[in-house]
């Protein structure tokens, strides 16, 4: 219990901590940031629960204020802005990476990490920021300005793919040398 508790604490802490890599801010709101990388690693080394526990305490930190997304943004309203579909999706893409990497033990944990990330880190997380940007922009329109379509909403994303896939890389050969060094430490394969 102690273990797990300094692990998913000690996660939340590797997510805050790739916060304060300067992002990269886009024209349209949401800036490219390494924190996903964060709740990669968290799904594919702890496992769905703890992984969604450690992302779990990241946003209960932004809840209550405190500056720990990129860029030193915290509190409430980051759950209404632009890029809340994305850290409400946090939670889902870390449960759904590390559930991927439990199930596929006949597949070598880097592969299984790598396609955990791809479905849990980009095709979920992306499905809810997606959503969440589209519903923030339509939000409140005037009557001169025109509505976004969801396919709008989709295809301003495209800037985030390269970077997200070469996270899936790193998160697949973290996972792999855990797992050849400190195989007790990779929690989704115990």
Do not use: C, H
């Not at 692990?7 to 916060?19: M, S």
């Not at 870390?94 to 592969?111: D, H, K, S, W, Y």
């Not at 849990?120 to 005037?142: E, P, Q, T």
């Not at 379509?149 to 997200?164: C, E, H, K, N, Q």
Request: positive net charge; glycine residues 14%; charged residues 10%.
């Amino acid at each position: 219990m102690e273990r797990n508790v300094t692990l998913i604490g000690l996660f939340a802490a590797l997510i805050v901590a790739l916060g304060f890599v300067p992002a990269i801010p886009l024209w349209f709101g949401v800036p490219i940031t390494l924190q996903s990388l964060g709740v990669m690693l968290a799904g594919a080394v702890l496992g769905s629960w703890r992984g969604a526990l450690a992302v779990l305490l990241v946003q209960a930190l932004v809840a209550i204020g405190l500056p720990v997304l990129a860029g030193g943004r915290g509190g409430l309203g980051i759950f209404v802005g632009p890029t809340a579909g994305f850290l409400i999706g946090w939670l889902p893409a870390a449960f759904v990476t590390g559930l991927i990497v439990e199930r596929l033990r006949r597949v070598p944990v880097g592969l299984a990490a790598g396609i955990g990330a791809t479905l849990g880190g980009i095709l979920v997380m992306y499905a809810l920021g997606i959503l969440g940007f589209w519903l923030v922009k339509n939000a409140g329109l005037k009557p001169e300005d025109t509505p976004m379509s969801l396919w709008a909403a989709t295809a301003i994303m495209a800037p985030f793919i390269p970077g997200d896939l070469i996270k899936v890389v790193v998160t697949g050969l973290v996972a792999r040398t855990i797992a050849q060094y400190r195989p007790s430490a990779l929690l989704a394969r115990a």
